[in-house]
C-alpha cells in the first residue's frame, strides 16, 4: 500500500531554515509527481510546492518562492523541502502528497513552528 512519512520538522527561530524529508513507498516514485502542502492552525490546507518526475521541473506557491526548494532523489524515493527564510507565518503541519491511481495519498505531517 502507498505510505508516506515525513519527518525533520521543529521549532525554529525566524529567518532559519529546516529541511523535510517525505519517504515514499508502495507506488512506482520515479513515475509519480510529489508536492508539499502545509495547513496552519484553524486555516485550510494550502500548496506549497511541486516536483515533477524525473525531469524535476518545480512549482512554488507565491508565498514561498525564492525561499523554498523542492527536490527528489528516485534512488531513495524519497522528496525533500528545503526551507530557508522561515517566517512566523510559515507556522504549520507540512504534509506530502502523491497522486497514485486517481487517488490522493498524505502523509501524518510533520510540525513546523517558526518562533523566537
Known amino acids: 500500500q502507498v505510505q508516506l512519512v515525513e519527518s525533520g520538522g521543529g521549532l525554529v527561530q525566524p529567518g532559519g531554515s529546516l529541511r523535510l524529508s517525505c519517504a515514499a513507498s508502495?507506488?512506482?516514485?520515479?513515475?509519480?509527481?510529489m508536492k508539499w502542502y502545509r495547513q496552519a492552525r484553524g486555516k485550510g490546507r494550502e500548496f506549497v510546492a511541486r516536483?515533477?518526475?524525473?525531469?524535476?521541473?518545480?512549482n512554488y506557491a507565491d508565498t514561498v518562492k525564492g525561499r523554498f526548494t523542492i527536490s527528489r532523489d528516485n534512488a531513495k524515493t524519497t522528496v525533500f523541502l528545503q526551507m530557508n527564510s522561515l517566517k512566523p507565518e510559515d507556522t504549520a503541519v507540512y504534509y506530502c502528497?502523491?497522486?497514485?491511481?486517481?487517488?490522493?495519498?498524505w502523509g501524518q505531517g510533520t510540525q513546523v513552528t517558526v518562533s523566537s
Open positions: 508502495g507506488f512506482t516514485f520515479s513515475s509519480s509527481f
Open positions: 516536483i515533477s518526475t524525473t525531469v524535476g521541473s518545480t
Open positions: 502528497n502523491a497522486f497514485v491511481n486517481a487517488r490522493h495519498y
